[in-house]
């Protein structure tokens, strides 16, 4: 039984619930399919299921997107209820003919809901009925094939099985130089067949070739390689390669010195000059400068030419060589959408955007197109462009507010320490980032405190205390083969008692499948409970970043004691210079996770470190 039925404007406004589903819902399951799905470019899936405490609820909808209208029914998520989807096309039909935009009520949509439920729940009952009789007739059907398909043991001869008719015992039909067996397989049998005990040996018989064919081929091949190639008898031209002289080595012996000891030097106590690092990486952080995108447009891009015709230049992209249109004012459906939608998909997953991403994103835009009205003298492709790319405007674009500096200072009221734990799979450069924040934060006057969490990389506490005195900023640190959680709750009491504003949290690197590394993990966040979980990922990634943040966030979600476990809570993309325009995985991170890009990596120096353009990355990924 349906729990609840909403129709809803695309702005939020209800305008009819089924009375007679008086049944409360637990919960707010509208309010996170709203948030988590339709405004995250997810409506192009079947359906939605909310979990929560007391409530477990699966969601179904269907949109009209010419009248900007939402058709949701919710049911229990045990239920599998046939008539959901044939109720919702229904209802969506009845209601458009009565809807209009100044009306408010529509309370006489009860009577027709009623006559409409009693069409679905009929039209379900005969599908099921239909399908167990189906059901049967298969079975029967197969059971008489398995009766048809038997043949006599007494008729096994020498190998083969022969029927009266000429054919063997199961169904093969004999030719002139073999058999033809069930599966169409012609079975090639030579004359100098060997035989054990007088039986021809028809062992491998499936998937056996012809001997003389192979030798025919042979022979073919033989020819043409004797009539032109090295070692021709018959005059054919002889290649040779020619030799390939190396230069000698120019040495010059007034080479320029470089230096290559980049170690602190040392001063006359024999302690390391700790400010020779800073010294090399002062300057600016670019999280503190605004990325300047260029706004021309794809016109000015083309050259003008004759008459004022405009010959397009190939960075114009793939939207350009599609000229599909529809006559004005013709509302669209998915065949017009397909074209276009296959070459954006390609567009996507040629930038780097995991494959399943792309699938899903293009779903979610012919969802939101189907059944529009296309303006005249519209082509169909600038339709889905535009439509794609406010998609990924949502998408990339931060749902909550997540200011760092914001937070430390509020945390700094209540006399408490801004927690921050880097996680990441190993090798993304978690240590080397963490230090760009720690310089970030000092030049926002942060006192800021290194904790070495990762216990069990050998020479990672090392790495940290070097980038610590670099930076002249205090390290908390406990050695090797130490519990992580402990050794962080102690870092966070000490920076208590320092009053330190910002404590970043070190961990080891691990693979998402390493389920002992994750509970160390699941229970560093439970003990501590951080006010920032951030996943260190290398932007080089295209696939596998899907795999990665969804499995850190189930391993997070099942190895915790907490009823509401903590997840990620946002994105530092690593070795962001490296990929040009193959920035596809920070679409995917964000789409899988829902959590934001906070830092984007750029660089080797503590300067290296900047905000993510939303507008720059559409740009990419559509350009």
Known sequence: MLEQLLIFTRGGLILWTCKELSNALRGSPIDTLIRSCLLEERSGLASYTYDAPGASYTLKWTFHNELGLVF??????????????????????????????????????????????????????EIKKSSK???????????????????????????????????????????????????????????NQDSVNDKENLSSNNGAFDVNKLQKLRSKAG????????????????????????????????APEVKLDYTNPVTENGDEDVNYGVAVNEGESMMDKEEVISSDSEDEENEQVGNGSKV?????????????SIAGNANLDRADLEPALKGLKDRLMSKNVAEEIAEKLCE?????????????????SSTVQAAMEDALVRILTPKRSIDILRDVHAAKEQGKPYVVVFVGVNGVGKSTNLAKVAYWLQQHNVSVMMAACDTFRSGAVEQLRTHARRLKIPIFEKGYEKDPAIVAKEAIQEATRNHSDVVLVDTAGRMQDNEPLMRALSKLIYLNNPDLVLFVGEALVGNDAVDQLSKFNQKLADLSNSPNPRLIDGILLTKFDTIDDKVGAALSMVYISGAPVMFVGCGQSYTDLKKLNVKSIVKTLLK
Do not use: C
């Not at 063997?168 to 004359?191: A, F, H, P, Q």
């Not at 021709?232 to 120019?250: A, L, P």
């Not at 397009?312 to 599909?324: A, D, L, V």
């Open 312 to 324: 397009g230049s190939k960075s114009k992209g793939w939207f350009s060589s599609m000229f599909h």
């Open 223 to 254: 020819k043409k390689n004797n009539t032109v190639g090295f070692g021709s008898d018959k005059g054919g031209k002889v290649e040779t390669k020619k030799k390939v002289t190396k230069k000698n080595r120019v040495w010059d012996e007034k």
């Open 364 to 380: 979610s835009v012919a969802t939101s197109l189907e059944g529009k009205k296309l303006a005249s003298f519209t082509r169909v």
């Open 72 to 125: 949701v029914a919710v049911y229990q998520k045990i239920l599998h209820l046939l008539y959901v989807d044939e109720l919702l096309s229904l209802v969506k039909r009845e209601f458009s003919e009565i809807y209009d935009p100044s009306r408010m009520d529509y309370g006489d949509f009860d009577d027709v809901y009623r006559q409409l439920m009693k069409e679905a729940e009929a039209r379900a009952e």
């Open 133 to 191: 009789l189906g059901a049967k007739g298969v079975v029967s059907k197969k059971e008489e094939l398995g009766r048809k398909g038997k043949f006599d043991q007494s008729s096994k001869k020498g190998g083969n099985l022969r029927s009266d008719d000429g054919e063997d015992g199961k169904g093969d039909k004999k030719l002139e130089n073999g058999y033809v067996n069930g599966g169409g397989n012609v079975v090639e049998i030579s004359k």
